[in-house]
């Protein structure tokens, strides 16, 4: 019997199964009228890696790009005109969150440098805004240092609990009407759509295409491997997350790329994305578990504070300035604060939150500005600490 249990707890499928599975059931509880939904997967995901269980990094990959390709053909009809009216927003949202991000985190790293070493901050950082190209290269600045994998990790989590709660509190805080927000961006993208984009957006979708999914997956990792100079800061690629999200975008957009139709049953799609974004979260706790605990232990809850405080900072600096500066629309901002994070499992729940595709029309939009903006901050830290 020990060795039939052992044989279970060692199958990542099953273990990746049972976190979803207990995930999905904890995220239909409400709490004041809020339920956590697919986030519910990354906390029974912690309990099982903190349990001992373990599931291959693959599996985070992998459900995460098939996540990012569903997200990208499902708004890709939206994003044309959302650019057209705010698309230099979007851009300045991308630069404006993580640069606070960074302020916030150097300012708590200067007044509790004494106590945590600045490689392990550094990597708070980037956990603390959920972004792996940002982790990247704080590993390339620190010459593999490590801790900053550490700080990375025990933030991860926080972060992204940081940004699921916001999206769903946010609403509420600022008293927005959900029916108006969603009328109004029905209006807005009436108003800025072509003649040739509404055509376009009348013609029925094709039933879902394997072989056209998996282009997009293909042709988005290649796009994402290519590297951008800086200018004295090296270099920066989109990443597979990145990649697959814009290639996708584009492909959805065009409606037809050679032999692949690109405007897919969206049924089929919005089941694809819910399932990937589950296993994906699930995936992250369970690889997260074991080294957050560990973490917590040996420096207590001040990394915990400091990532979360500048998560949160952030967010709401850059609510502020595209709510009551640029007037952006909730739904959109929603998104475009978690692209401005590069916030994946953000993005999902701003979705859930606001029951609107077009939230991923701004992520989409922040996105790649973030990542540049992410790449700058965490090397100008790294240079700041030393």
């Given at each position: 019997m020990t060795a039939w249990m052992q044989s279970l707890v060692a199958n990542p499928v099953l273990v990746l199964g049972v976190?979803?599975?207990?995930?999905?059931?904890?995220?239909?509880?409400?709490?004041?009228?809020?339920?956590?939904?697919?986030?519910?997967?990354?906390?029974?995901?912690?309990?099982?890696?903190?349990?001992?269980c373990s599931v291959p990094e693959s599996y985070f990959t992998w459900n995460l790009v098939l996540f990012v390709a569903a997200v990208g053909l499902l708004s890709a009809e939206d994003i044309v005109p959302v650019v057209r009216r705010y698309g230099f927003r979007f851009v300045g949202l991308g630069a404006v969150v993580p640069a606070v991000g960074a302020l916030v985190t150097y300012i708590l790293a200067r007044l509790y440098s004494g106590s945590v070493?600045?490689?392990?901050?550094?990597?708070?950082?980037?956990?603390?805004?959920?972004?792996?190209?940002?982790?990247?290269?704080?590993?390339?600045?620190?010459?593999?240092?490590?801790?900053?994998?550490?700080?990375?990790?025990?933030?991860?989590?926080?972060?992204?609990?940081?940004?699921v709660l916001f999206v769903q509190l946010a609403p509420r805080l600022f008293r927005m009407d959900m029916e108006k927000e969603r009328a109004e961006l029905a209006s807005v993208l009436a108003?800025?759509?072509?003649?040739?984009?509404?055509?376009?957006?009348?013609?029925?979708?094709?039933?879902?295409?394997?072989?056209?999914?998996?282009?997009?997956?293909?042709?988005?990792?290649?796009?994402?491997?290519?590297?951008?100079?800086?200018?004295?800061?090296?270099?920066?690629?989109?990443?597979?997350t990145g990649g697959v999200l814009l290639f996708a975008l584009c492909c959805g957009a065009l409606g037809r790329i050679g032999p692949f139709p690109m405007r897919m049953d969206t049924k089929s799609l919005v089941a694809l994305r819910a399932l990937s974004l589950a296993c994906f979260l699930a995936a992250v706790g369970i690889s997260a578990g074991?080294?957050?605990i560990s973490a917590v232990r040996e420096h207590g809850v001040l990394l915990i504070a400091i990532g979360t405080f500048s998560?949160?900072?952030?967010?709401?600096?850059g609510f502020c300035l595209g709510r009551y500066v640029w007037k952006l629309n909730w739904i959109?901002?929603?998104?475009?604060?978690?692209?401005?994070?590069?916030?994946?499992?953000?993005?999902?729940?701003?979705?859930e939150a606001t029951e609107r595709e077009e939230c991923s029309a701004g992520y989409g939009a922040a996105y790649p500005m973030a990542i540049v903006g992410m790449v700058l901050f965490t090397k100008l830290l790294h240079h700041a600490f030393d």
């Open positions: 976190a979803v599975m207990s995930g999905l059931l904890v995220g239909r509880i409400r709490f004041s009228g809020m339920t956590l939904g697919a986030s519910g997967a990354l906390f029974t995901g912690l309990l099982l890696g903190f349990a001992g070493p600045p490689h392990l901050l550094a990597g708070t950082y980037t956990g603390a805004l959920t972004s792996s190209p940002g982790l990247g290269a704080a590993l390339e600045a620190t010459s593999g240092n490590p801790l900053v994998t550490v700080g990375y990790t025990v933030a991860y989590p926080f972060g992204v609990l940081a940004v108003s800025f759509s072509t003649p040739a984009d509404r055509i376009s957006q009348e013609k029925s979708s094709v039933p879902f295409s394997t072989l056209s999914f998996v282009f997009c997956i293909v042709g988005g990792v290649l796009l994402g491997s290519v590297p951008f100079p800086l200018f004295g800061f090296g270099s920066v690629s989109l990443g597979s074991p080294k957050v998560a949160v900072i952030a967010e709401l600096v959109l901002l929603a998104g475009a604060i978690c692209g401005a994070m590069t916030s994946t499992p953000g993005l999902g729940a701003a979705i």
